[in-house]
């Protein structure tokens, strides 16, 4: 059971640990004991397009000009410059905080 500010059932109250976090703590059977922190900079925002983002997994960056729609600038393991496509899956994605030179 997760705390939720009582101490029923063996429950202890979600502490807040700091300005950017906030903690809560699970009790089960035989002592084990769980805790979840939860950073609020990682709080899903609004994209505005066109964006960049870069791969959570193979650090490839696209510049993404509508929902799912987006076109490699840099390769990472997978695609290659310039591919497109319209089926990306945004889960797999976070904004990417850098800049981009594109030259001839």
Request: hydrophobic share 35%; charged share 20%.
């Amino acid at each position: 059971m997760v705390s939720t500010g009582n101490t029923n059932n063996n429950q202890i109250p979600c502490a807040v640990l700091g300005k950017q976090c906030v903690a809560g703590v699970l009790i089960t059977k035989g002592n084990i004991m769980i805790t979840v922190k939860v950073d609020e900079n990682e709080k899903d925002t609004e994209i505005e397009y066109p964006c960049l983002m870069i791969s959570k997994i193979n650090q490839t960056i696209i510049l993404f000009t509508d929902y799912r729609d987006g076109t490699v600038v840099r390769e990472g393991i997978g695609e290659s410059v310039g591919y497109h496509s319209g089926s990306w899956v945004m889960g797999g994605f976070k904004p990417f905080k850098g800049s981009i030179t594109l030259s001839q």
